[in-house]
C-alpha cells in the first residue's frame, strides 16, 4: 500500500465522536459563513462602482477574492460530505476535486500577478497605465485559469485512461488520492507544485526587493520635487501592504506542499491524525482565504469607504 492509500485508510477508519464531528462541522461552516459574507460585501462594493473595476489593481484583487469563495465553498462542502455521507460517486467528486484543484492553485499565481502590478506601479510608474490596462489584466487572470486547468486536467485524461468504467460508478472518500490514484498522477503533481513555488516566490522576492530599493533610494535624494515627494509616501504605503502580501503568500503557498505536511503530521501524531488533519485544513484552506480581505479591501481606504454600506448597513457619503 502507498503513503497516500495508507493516509486515506487513516482518513477513513478514524471516525471522530459524534460530539467532536458536529463541533468540527460547526467550526468549519460558522468560518465559512463569516468570510464568505466579507467577500460578498467586496464583490457587490466592487460592482456597484465604476472606480474599482477600471483599475488593474482592483481588478485582481476582486478575482483573488471571487476565486478564494469559490475554493472555501468547495472545501467545506466536501468536508461535510466526508463526515455526513462520508462516500460519494466518484463522477461527482472528480468534478469536485478538479474545480477545488483549480481555485487552489489559482491563488499564488494571483498573488504573483498582483505583486508584479505593485512592482510596475512603484519603479515604473510613466508606464504603469499603458502596461496595466484593463484588457492585459483580464488576458492575465484567463492566463492564470488556463495554467491551473492544464496542470490538472491530464489528471483526468489519464484517469479515464488508466481506470475500468466501473470505477467512476463507484463510492469513494472524496479525496484527490481515491479519484486519481495513479501514484504518477501524485509524482506529477509534486514536481509540478515545487516549479509553481519556486517560480512564485522568485516574483515575490524580486518584486519586494526592488520596491524596497526604489522606496529607499527615492528618500535619499532631497532635491526630488514635490510629485516625487507624493510618490515616494505612495511607495512607502504600498511596500507595507508588500510585507503583509509576503505573510498571505506564505500561508497560500503552504498549499503546495500539503501533502508533505500531512505525512509529517501522520508519522508525529499517528493516534490523534484525524484532530491534526483538521487543524492543517483551517490553516493551510481557510486562514489564508480570510486574510484576503483584510489586506487588500477592509484596509484599503476605497474600498472601505463604500464597503461599510454592504456589510455593515451604514450609509456613508460618497
Same mark, same amino acid.
Given at each position: 500500500?502507498?503513503?497516500?492509500?495508507?493516509?486515506?485508510?487513516?482518513?477513513?477508519?478514524?471516525?471522530?465522536?459524534?460530539?467532536?464531528?458536529?463541533?468540527?462541522?460547526?467550526?468549519?461552516?460558522?468560518?465559512?459563513?463569516?468570510?464568505?459574507?466579507?467577500?460578498?460585501?467586496?464583490?457587490?462594493?466592487?460592482?456597484?462602482?465604476?472606480?474599482?473595476?477600471?483599475?488593474?489593481?482592483?481588478?485582481?484583487?476582486?478575482?483573488?477574492? *471571487?476565486?478564494?469563495?469559490?475554493?472555501?465553498?468547495?472545501?467545506?462542502?466536501?468536508?461535510?460530505?466526508?463526515?455526513?455521507?462520508?462516500?460519494?460517486?466518484?463522477?461527482?467528486?472528480?468534478?469536485?476535486?478538479?474545480?477545488?484543484?483549480?481555485?487552489?492553485?489559482?491563488?499564488?499565481?494571483?498573488?504573483?500577478?498582483?505583486?508584479?502590478?505593485?512592482?510596475?506601479?512603484?519603479?515604473?510608474?510613466?508606464?504603469?497605465?499603458?502596461?496595466?490596462?484593463?484588457?492585459?489584466?483580464?488576458?492575465?487572470?484567463?492566463?492564470?485559469?488556463?495554467?491551473?486547468?492544464?496542470?490538472?486536467? @491530464?489528471?483526468? /485524461? /489519464?484517469?479515464?485512461?488508466?481506470?475500468?468504467?466501473?470505477?467512476?460508478?463507484?463510492?469513494?472518500?472524496?479525496? @484527490?488520492?481515491?479519484?486519481?490514484?495513479? @501514484?504518477?498522477?501524485?509524482?506529477?503533481?509534486?514536481?509540478?507544485?515545487?516549479?509553481?513555488? *519556486?517560480?512564485?516566490?522568485?516574483?515575490?522576492?524580486?518584486?519586494?526587493?526592488?520596491?524596497?530599493?526604489?522606496?529607499?533610494?527615492?528618500?535619499?535624494?532631497?532635491?526630488?520635487?514635490?510629485?516625487?515627494?507624493?510618490?515616494?509616501?505612495?511607495?512607502?504605503?504600498?511596500?507595507?501592504?508588500?510585507?503583509?502580501?509576503?505573510?498571505?503568500?506564505?500561508?497560500?503557498?503552504?498549499?503546495? *506542499?500539503? @501533502?508533505?505536511?500531512?505525512?509529517?503530521?501522520?508519522?508525529?501524531?499517528?493516534?490523534?491524525?484525524?484532530?491534526?488533519?483538521?487543524?492543517?485544513?483551517?490553516?493551510?484552506?481557510?486562514?489564508?482565504?480570510?486574510?484576503?480581505?483584510?489586506?487588500?479591501?477592509?484596509?484599503?481606504?476605497?474600498?472601505?469607504?463604500?464597503?461599510?454600506?454592504?456589510?455593515?448597513?451604514?450609509?456613508?457619503?460618497?
Amino acid at each position: 500500500m502507498n503513503t497516500s492509500s495508507a493516509n486515506v485508510t487513516v482518513v477513513v477508519q478514524s471516525r471522530d465522536s459524534l460530539t467532536k464531528a458536529v463541533t468540527k462541522n460547526v467550526i468549519v461552516v460558522l468560518l465559512g459563513i463569516f468570510i464568505n459574507y466579507i467577500n460578498g460585501g467586496l464583490i457587490q462594493t466592487f460592482c456597484k462602482h465604476q472606480i474599482f473595476y477600471i483599475n488593474p489593481r482592483y481588478i485582481l484583487f476582486i478575482h483573488l477574492v *471571487v476565486n478564494d469563495t469559490i475554493q472555501l465553498t468547495l472545501t467545506i462542502i466536501l468536508f461535510v460530505i466526508s463526515y455526513v455521507l462520508h462516500k460519494i460517486n466518484v463522477s461527482i467528486c472528480c468534478i469536485f476535486i478538479l474545480i477545488a484543484i483549480f481555485t487552489t492553485a489559482n491563488t499564488p499565481l494571483n498573488l504573483a500577478c498582483m505583486a508584479v502590478e505593485c512592482f510596475i506601479a512603484i519603479c515604473l510608474p510613466l508606464r504603469h497605465p499603458h502596461i496595466c490596462t484593463v484588457k492585459r489584466t483580464l488576458m492575465l487572470i484567463g492566463l492564470i485559469w488556463a495554467t491551473s486547468v492544464l496542470s490538472a486536467l @491530464p489528471d483526468l /485524461f /489519464f484517469t479515464l485512461a488508466t481506470e475500468p468504467q466501473d470505477f467512476f460508478h463507484s463510492r469513494v472518500f472524496c479525496v @484527490p488520492q481515491t479519484v486519481f490514484p495513479n @501514484p504518477l498522477i501524485i509524482k506529477k503533481r509534486d514536481i509540478l507544485y515545487s516549479v509553481f513555488l *519556486v517560480l512564485v516566490w522568485v516574483t515575490i522576492f524580486y518584486t519586494y526587493f526592488r520596491i524596497l530599493f526604489t522606496a529607499k533610494t527615492a528618500s535619499k535624494d532631497v532635491t526630488k520635487a514635490r510629485n516625487t515627494i507624493i510618490l515616494h509616501g505612495f511607495q512607502l504605503l504600498l511596500c507595507m501592504v508588500t510585507i503583509l502580501h509576503g505573510f498571505q503568500l506564505l500561508l497560500c503557498m503552504v498549499t503546495y *506542499v500539503a @501533502p508533505q505536511i500531512k505525512q509529517a503530521v501522520l508519522q508525529a501524531f499517528p493516534k490523534n491524525y484525524s484532530d491534526s488533519l483538521f487543524a492543517c485544513y483551517i490553516i493551510i484552506q481557510v486562514l489564508p482565504r480570510s486574510i484576503s480581505p483584510i489586506i487588500y479591501g477592509i484596509r484599503d481606504k476605497t474600498f472601505r469607504r463604500y464597503l461599510k454600506r454592504y456589510v455593515l448597513w451604514k450609509i456613508t457619503p460618497q
